[in-house]
Nanobody, 121 residues
């Protein structure tokens, strides 16, 4: 089992920045591909960004490319999402996901509890 705890959400004005973190435990962090998804009110959960277990490959949704950066943190067993130039449409609950995988997976078995991001216009 893998336990994930997301943090760092909050309220920010459009154009501002936030940094989300996800702490993982229960399995060697180096075995886990990690990702962020988000869900806006009334919408389905959507992919935001992902990173391989070694940190060498990343993937982003088109809507966040050039604004968001996913990374494996310097703090032990953490993964981060730096979000810059935030827009109101970035508002939602952000969930971190994890999957034991060598490559970027197509689905994730483990999920954190979600952290709210609200961007005001």
């Amino acid at each position: 089992q893998v336990q994930l705890v997301g943090s760092g959400g909050g309220l920010v004005q459009a154009g501002g920045s936030l940094r989300l973190s996800c702490a993982a435990s229960g399995r060697p962090f180096s075995s886990l591909a990690m990702a962020w998804f988000r869900q806006a009110p009334g919408k389905e959960r959507e992919f935001v960004a992902a990173i391989t277990r070694g940190g060498l490959s990343t993937d982003y949704a088109d809507s966040v490319k050039g604004r968001f950066t996913i990374s494996r943190g310097t703090a032990k067993n953490t993964m981060n999402l730096q979000m810059n130039n935030l827009r109101p449409e970035d508002t939602g609950v952000y969930y971190c996901g994890a999957q034991p995988s060598i490559v970027l997976p197509t689905r994730y078995a483990y999920w954190g509890q979600g952290t709210q991001v609200t961007v005001s216009s």
